[in-house]
């Protein structure tokens, strides 16, 4: 009965928008609850880097219109601008908050921002609501900088995306600094095809990245999940075994579906949004899929598990993936268990 009616619903959506149903067969389906919508959004077509901060409150890039990608603003509890770059030349795509450290007790929060020009920036928001943005890393070569995960040593990992209509080797890879850099120049760990979404397990010990290949005139025909194991070396972390984590193609033959945002929960269970997928999937992290989680909008782009309790997902995208004057939406989904992010960020 469920399982007829989530049918027809696809098929409706499906009338209605250009996205491919990606759900592998045998794994249930939930449906996300309308957060905000088209009329209620201040966000733009860019929102983007859902991210919590330590009082559970959620993020994201694009505050105002789709050419507003120097903003921030806060989506959770309520909508308002948080941070608007003096320059405006920004370019945002991620965000993730940081411990508010003890000293200096003016500082009130830290955020890391993924900038597609200059790489990482921090941001710090101070007591007196002064702000300042520095430059963690950038490097001549981490052109279109698209995300970033951290570790609990403060290690960041860059994932770097270059859209090419025919994707070559160096179009993407992941870039490491650290979140107390300064002007630092950033360092390759990897370099391949076009990678977007990136997260780091509970425990630090691997690092998930998402890696697609363009073909000229057919667009995307590979989107794969990669793990690769976190070595710590004297000259800072090496990614090494890598190995295949999720093959859309084999999973539910979506490759040409690209993976974007990717969370994990407090078991290392990994969320990842399917963008143009209409929806979420988690995945064990033996990598067998768990669940998918349809979204009222085909491109989700982002998600973080939040609020109070860590448990309840965001998941952002353009409200309607085909309107170039589009909105910013988003979603929610009560989890079963809380983010990482979440208890990470609660547990000093
Ligand atoms: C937005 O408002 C218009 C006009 O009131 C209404 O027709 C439409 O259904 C609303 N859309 C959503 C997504 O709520
Ligand atoms: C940037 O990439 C090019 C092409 O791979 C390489 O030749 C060059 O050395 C790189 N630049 C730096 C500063 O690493
Ligand atoms: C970082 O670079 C900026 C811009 O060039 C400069 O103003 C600042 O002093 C530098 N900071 C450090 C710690 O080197």
Known sequence: MAAKIIHALLALSSLAVLSVNAQAPGVPVVIAKPYINANSSHFGLGIEGASIDQAGNVYAVDWGTAATGYTIGQIYPKQ???????????LYKGIRWLKTPSRPSNVERQALLVDTQLGISRLTIFKNGVQKLETVCTHPNLTLANDCAISDTGDIFISQQIWNDQTVIGDGGVWHCHQNDVNATAVPLFIGGRTNGIEVSPDD???????????????????????????????????????????????????????????????????????????????????????????????????????????????????????????????QYRARLPGKAWSKLRAY
Not at 82 to 88: F, M, T
């Open 80 to 90: 308002k601008l948080v941070y608007s770059n003096p320059n405006k030349i920004a």
């Open 205 to 331: 010990k691997t690092l998930y990245v998402s890696e697609a290949f363009n073909v000229a005139g057919l667009g995307p025909v590979s989107n794969i999940l990669w793990h690769f194991t976190i070595t710590k070396t004297k000259t800072g972390p090496k990614l090494t075994n890598k190995r295949v984590f999720v093959d859309f193609a084999k999973l539910d033959n979506t490759a040409s579906v690209d993976i974007d945002g990717s969370r994990t929960d407090i078991d290392g269970n990994l969320y990842v949004t399917r963008n143009g997928g209409g929806g979420v999937y988690k995945f064990a992290p033996n990598g067998k899929p768990l669940l998918f989680i349809k979204t009222n909008f085909p491109t989700p782009a982002n998600l973080e598990l939040a609020g109070k309790d860590g448990k309840t997902m965001y998941i952002i995208g353009p409200c309607d993936g085909s309107n170039g004057v589009d909105k910013g939406c988003a979603n």
